[in-house]
């Protein structure tokens, strides 16, 4: 935790995107701050990025810049004194038959098929849900980040079992990043979207790298809510990181005085059956 090191603005391009529609409040207008698509030297930078309280998404590395809000609050999860709840462990237990396999970031029919079943259960009329392959490799993968699909199977015969769950997540030399997790809308009863989660903090314990980022906690927000529920948390206030305080993002989440800290947009986690 502490202070983050701000980013050099003579050495790293920021834009502000133009007002859009918020992918979390449609009432609300929104836009990001993004670091310069053209600069070569983005996946190198994008560590760095991570602790300033970015996210990536396709080849654009983003923080939501919204005038008078900051309903959208950074957060991680330090994987080393991370301790599952009672329901976290039940979670664990119930899904014991659960394989998990670390793929290369090379998408399949079989996961394309999955990831569209989940937005047409899940996001119907969202707008991603006429999403194909395209859509899939520009959103998920991108050009040069250093990711890799983590898939949750049941365990077979045959081998490999049913494709249940596919967690897109960023890998750095500290950290790992949760991209994007999408699941069998069949199968909420598992909590698979917390199973995911808890999958990544094995991962990144067994590297030795100190934190998963969980991308924006929203409070209140139905789809967003559910990260508070991993202790211990962090959250970044646009200085540095501290311990989490559910204070951080809650009240109305706007602002009177016209500054605009971290924001988020729709390309996140999903909640699940709210098994944590």
Not at 28 to 51: F, G, I, S, T
Request: hydrophobic share 35%.
């Amino acid at each position: 935790m502490g202070k983050t090191p701000a980013p050099d603005d003579n050495d790293l391009r920021l834009f502000h995107t133009g007002e859009h529609a918020c992918g979390y409040w449609p009432e609300r207008a929104a836009r990001d701050l993004v670091l310069d698509p053209r600069d070569p030297r983005l996946a190198q930078r994008y560590p760095l990025a991570l602790e300033w309280g970015f996210r990536r998404s396709g080849d654009i590395v983003y923080r939501p810049h919204c005038h008078g809000c900051r309903a959208c609050v950074a957060v991680r999860i330090p994987v080393d004194r991370f301790r599952p709840s009672r329901s976290q462990r039940r979670c664990l237990k119930h899904n014991r038959d659960i394989e998990m396999r670390i793929c290369q970031p090379v998408r399949t029919d079989e996961q394309l098929a999955l990831y569209r079943r989940y937005l047409a259960a899940r996001h119907a009329g969202g707008g991603m849900d006429g999403h194909g392959a395209v859509e899939f490799d520009q959103f998920l993968v991108g050009s040069w980040s250093d990711g890799r699909f983590m898939e949750l199977r049941e365990a077979g015969p045959p081998r490999p079992g049913r494709l249940l769950a596919v967690a897109v997540t960023d890998v750095t030399e500290n950290a790992l990043s949760a991209v994007y997790t999408f699941f069998d809308p069949d199968f909420t009863q598992r909590g698979l979207g917390t199973l995911a989660i808890l999958r990544q903090i094995e991962w990144a314990r067994r590297e030795r790298r100190r934190h998963l980022y969980l991308g924006y906690w929203i409070a209140g927000h139905a789809k967003m809510d559910y990260k508070r529920r991993f202790h211990p948390l962090e959250s970044f206030d646009g200085r540095g990181w501290h311990a989490f305080e559910e204070a951080d993002g809650a009240s109305d989440k706007r602002l009177d005085d016209g500054t605009a800290p971290v924001g988020g947009t729709p390309n996140d986690n999903d909640n699940d059956s709210g098994t944590a």
